[in-house]
């Protein structure tokens, strides 16, 4: 399982990355919003920190943008910049063009094993199932990524799953029982998954214990 932050604040992403855990990260207009920056600014100090796939999103609504805004976006990190496409016929063309010009791409707001099978068709890297923003609406977000993920396995495809819009904890212990390749996880979340009561205790009851013992 790999493990990408979802985020754009360089603070966040330089000290999960110290942690010796972070594999990639993915971003989207609206986290780089928050952070007051320019889009440009904030990829090119995320590739200063992190050694794998780094998420930036295609604006345009047509495949010719897209693939433009993906030659653009590469020049800034050959090695590591994926292109994230949405979901859409158009969407499917761009992934198709840039696939033949080697530029990763990560097909976003996927909310079924049907459209993970055409982005997969198409030739994406990555294929992004939105798990809480279907659990928003009352639907059991994580079941599709198991559909996938066989779908994937089924044919073999080269195609990795992420598993994005992560809320909570128990969707990585999830993804991970499904056998999903990576997921993209808020701050919030992976500090939530660090910590544990009963962590705590021990510690303090360590420390506690060892003021106890007899110095020489």
Known sequence: MKIFIDSADINEIKEVASWGILDGV???????????????????????????SISVEAISTDAEGMVKEGVE?????PKNI??????????????????????????????SPNQALLAAKAGATFISPFVGRLD??????????????????????DTEVIVASVRNPLHVVEAVRMG???????????????????????IKKFFEDYKKIPKK
């Not at 994926?82 to 707001?109: C, D, Y």
């Not at 928003?136 to 495809?157: A, C, P, R, T, W």
């Not at 990576?182 to 705590?200: C, G, N, R, W, Y």
């Open 180 to 202: 999903a390749h990576i997921a993209t996880i808020p701050f919030k979340v992976l500090k939530q998954m660090v910590e544990h009561p009963l962590t705590d205790i021990g």
């Open 136 to 157: 928003d609406i009352s639907h059991f977000g994580m079941e599709i990524v198991g559909d996938i993920v066989q779908i994937l396995k089924n044919y073999e495809f």
């Open 73 to 77: 976006w590469a020049k800034v990190n």
């Open 82 to 111: 994926t292109i994230k496409i949405p979901m859409s016929i158009e969407g499917l063309k761009a992934v198709k063009g840039l696939r033949a010009k080697k530029i990763m791409t990560n097909v976003t707001l996927v909310f």
């Open 26 to 52: 993915t971003t989207n207009p609206t986290l780089v919003c928050k952070t007051g920056r320019s889009f440009e600014e904030c990829v090119s100090d995320i590739s200063k920190i992190v050694d794998g």
